[in-house]
């Protein structure tokens, strides 16, 4: 189980992503941080607190939550379906930049459900994408604006991104997919 | 108390007799997550495109007919409607003979409202489709019991240990069958109330506290339900006039102050103003009425949610 990213690590990484934000957008002017749930949200919060501190003004955050817009919903035979969350974006997107912020990006359809959903509360100007972890394996037309890590993966592994808000420790772990390991 | 299910089991919502409290919270919270969708400015998730869902009404229904409709088209899926009058069962069709013929239209849910207890039952043995009870006779109507218990976790964050009064004619109402089930099962304390007359036999039997003085029943509640009187069945004689009725059982202002200061006002409609309740306290600051109606919305969405993924069941013949 190879550590990839630690609590100091991913610190930096977040730290050095807000600059980038702040150096592509010119400021923070219009700008808008929404996280896809469940492990987006607590990263964009976390880079709202450093936009916070470079910019000097609170940057407005969201969650999102895409269950609804998934386009393997109804696939399953039988099966529980995904617990639906609330989404939460008390603001309005018309005409802002926003940056969508998950954990992981691998086949880009979660960010493909995030847009259909996002385009739903409005229309923003811009729609830039945050990933804490790029593994590769795209099955759609789908890049990340800013990149916290480009690890190359094979898909019989997986990446496991645990945060202090949700798993109580800050850890990016690179993992065997169970029974897959002969 | 109780934990989330994953999931529901089985492909039909047929009444709360057959859920388990953690399959009810998993409507719940999911119902919360649906609300906000009502919310957006476009009002409208993809998650049941495909599906085809039919609402067929046996019995006139404004209320939770449009409720359904609603929660169906902000799901994206294709709904019809199938009112009773305008349907070959003026024609003599058997119940199982439409429900088959709709069947092979390949529908994935079917909305039934039926005045025969049970009818539900017997169409979810007969039908591969979901079976949603919008109400069958005087047994259960699942989706109200549901969307009133969201309105008291709303307002007051819980069920669990709430003195809840329900109140009226207990005897015709499949909306208090229902919610007897539902809150005994989420740990609230239910009182009911109502004349003698309007009360089934066995009542105490169900672990609710009875009593015929409605003072008793609403003193310290946390929520208030009154159910209707039922006026096309006054020619039973259950009680001598409906002033009579409303001086001894009516939700007056003066009755409200004996419950808590916070305590909410509840009607699943359609109301008689100076039957069952006064206009005042219907709408007074405590009425909750209306926002069960919204609420109505996020609750079915969630079951038919729920249920359209619950995938190729195998009919029990």
Known sequence: MPILMDSERIGRTLTRIAHEIVEHNRGVGDLALVGVRTRGVPIARRLAAILRDIAGHEVATGALDITLYRDDLMKAAVGPQPIVRRTEIPFSIDGRHIVLVDDVLYTGRTIRAALDALIDFGRPSTIQLVVLVDRGHRELPIKADYVGKNVPTSRRETIHVRLAEIDGEDEVTLDQIEGERA | ?317
């Not at chain 2, 305008?86 to 005045?115: W, Y």
């Not at chain 2, 043995?125 to 976790?153: S, W, Y």
């Not at chain 2, 409303?246 to 202002?253: A, I, L, R, S």
């Open chain 2, 1 to 317: 108390m109780s934990d989330t299910a994953a999931r529901l089991r089985g492909k039909d919502l047929l009444g709360i007799a057959d859920l388990t409290a953690s399959e009810i919270t998993l409507i719940l919270d999911t119902a919360e997550a649906m609300k906000e969708v009502s919310s957006r400015p476009i009002k409208k998730v993809p998650a049941l495109r495909g599906k085809t869902v039919i609402n067929l009404f046996y019995e006139p229904s404004t209320r939770t007919r449009t409720s359904f409709e609603v929660a169906e088209k902000r799901l994206s899926a294709d709904t019809l409607n199938i009112a009773i009058g305008t349907s070959s069962v003026v024609k003599g069709e058997t119940l199982i003979d439409t429900a088959l013929n709709l069947e092979a239209m390949s529908p994935d849910i079917i909305v039934l409202r039926h005045a025969s207890s049970g009818a539900c039952h017997l169409l979810a043995r007969t039908c591969k489709a979901g079976i949603v009870n919008a109400g069958d006779g005087m047994h259960e109507h699942p989706t109200q019991a549901l969307l009133d218990a969201f309105t008291i976790r709303e307002r007051k964050g819980r069920l669990q240990g709430l003195k809840v009064a329900i109140v009226g004619d207990l005897l015709h109402s499949r909306v208090f069958r229902s919610n007897i089930y539902l809150l005994t099962k989420m740990g609230a304390e239910v009182w009911v109330c109502g004349p003698p007359t309007l009360m089934p036999a066995g009542i105490e039997l169900v672990g609710v506290h009875v009593t015929t003085r409605v003072e008793e029943a609403v003193e310290g509640a946390d929520a208030i339900m009154m159910l209707r009187i039922q006026l096309e069945r006054m020619e039973g004689g259950y009680f001598p006039s409906l002033r009579e009725y409303f001086q001894v059982f009516g939700m007056t202002p003066e009755r409200v102050t004996l419950a808590k200061p916070d305590a909410i006002i509840m009607h699943p409609g359609p109301m008689n103003r100076g039957v069952e309740i006064a206009s005042e306290v219907a709408d007074g600051p405590a009425s909750v009425i209306l926002d069960q109606v919204a609420n109505g919305v996020a609750v079915r969405m969630a079951v038919l949610y729920l249920l359209a993924g619950g995938g190729e069941h195998e009919a029990v013949a």
